[in-house]
C-alpha cells in the first residue's frame, strides 16, 4: 500500500487461494488490458474472458500474453465450453486451450442441459490438465433451483475436481443466487455456506450491492467474480474499509 494505516484488514497475498478477484474482460483491447494490468494487477487474481468474446476478438494471442506477463491467469467463459459442447466438440475445446495456453476452464451448463454425472466426468477429465472452475446454477431466471439441490451440485463438483466453484449470477446479477432485481437470496446463500467451504465458493457479484453483502456477510476474504475492470480498485478499496459502504466494518469501537 502507499502509506500507513491502521486498523485496515489483513488480505491475502498473491498468490491467493482466497479472497480471489475474478474480472469478466468482455473485449478490452490490447491497449486497454495492458492500462488494466498496470492499474490493477496487484488486485486481480484471475481474468475471465466473458461468454464467447474469445471466438471474435482480434489479435487474441497478443493479449493473452500481456495477461501473461502479468502473471495473471485467464480463462474462456463457460458459455465457450457449452458451445462446443454442444456441437460434440468437446476434444476441439481441449485443443483451442493448449494452442491458446490456457490451463483455467470453466465447465459450465447455464445454457444447455448436461446430466450432472456427465457434467462431473467432464470436470474430471479436465481437472487432469489444467485448473477447473465449475459453475453452478441456470441462466434461466425460471429455473429456481433449491438450496439442497446447489449444496448437492457444488459439493459433487468439488470432489469431480473443480478448485472453486462459481455461484451463477450472469454478467448483470439478476439470476441464479440473485431476484430478478439483483437482491441476493439470502437464505439460499446462506444455507449453502453451512455446507460448502466458503473459500471454495466464488460468488459471481458485478452489482456493489451485492459485493457489499458478501463482504459485510464472510469478509474482506470473500471470493468474488464477475467483477468489472474498471471496478477493481473501488471493491479492493471496499474490502479493507475504504468506501463509504464498509468504513465502519474494522474500526475499533472505541476509537469511534
Not at 485496515?8 to 469478466?24: A, N
Not at 459453475?135 to 433449491?146: F, N, R, W
Not at 466453484?165 to 441476493?184: F, K, M, P, Q, S
Not at 464472510?218 to 464477475?226: A, F, R, T, W
Request: one cysteine or more; hydrophobic letters at 40%.
Amino acid at each position: 500500500m502507499n502509506f500507513n494505516l491502521s486498523q485496515i484488514p489483513e488480505r491475502t497475498k498473491q498468490p491467493r487461494e482466497h479472497g480471489i478477484t475474478m474480472v469478466m474482460d468482455k473485449g478490452l483491447s490490447v491497449e486497454e488490458a495492458k492500462n488494466f494490468m498496470s492499474a490493477a494487477s496487484p488486485h486481480v487474481d484471475v481474468v475471465k474472458l466473458g461468454f464467447g468474446t474469445s471466438f471474435v476478438t482480434p489479435n487474441l494471442k497478443e493479449k493473452l500474453e500481456v495477461y501473461r506477463s502479468h502473471n495473471m491467469p485467464i480463462y474462456f467463459g463457460g458459455t465457450l465450453f457449452e458451445a462446443f459442447l454442444i456441437r460434440n466438440q468437446f476434444e476441439d475445446y481441449i485443443n483451442v486451450c493448449k494452442e491458446f495456453g490456457v490451463s483455467y476452464m470453466e465447465v459450465s451448463d447455464g445454457s444447455i442441459e448436461i446430466p450432472h454425472a456427465e457434467k462431473c466426468g467432464y470436470i474430471e477429465k479436465l481437472a487432469q490438465i489444467g485448473v477447473v472452475l465449475s459453475e453452478v446454477g441456470s441462466k434461466d431466471a425460471a429455473h429456481i433451483i433449491p438450496p439442497y439441490k446447489w449444496i448437492e451440485l457444488m459439493r459433487a463438483e468439488l470432489e469431480a475436481g473443480s478448485t472453486y466453484v462459481i455461484a451463477e449470477a450472469r454478467e448483470a446479477g439478476n439470476v441464479g443466487i440473485y431476484r430478478g432485481t439483483g437482491e441476493v437470496r439470502e437464505g439460499l446463500v446462506q444455507e449453502i455456506l453451512t455446507q460448502i467451504p466458503e473459500e471454495k465458493i466464488i460468488w459471481e457479484a458485478p452489482q456493489k450491492a451485492q459485493q457489499l453483502y458478501f463482504l459485510e456477510l464472510i469478509g474482506c476474504n470473500v471470493n468474488l467474480g464477475n467483477i468489472a475492470p474498471n471496478e477493481v480498485i473501488p471493491l479492493e478499496a471496499m474490502r479493507i474499509g475504504l468506501r463509504g459502504d464498509t468504513f465502519h466494518l474494522y474500526l475499533n469501537k472505541e476509537t469511534v
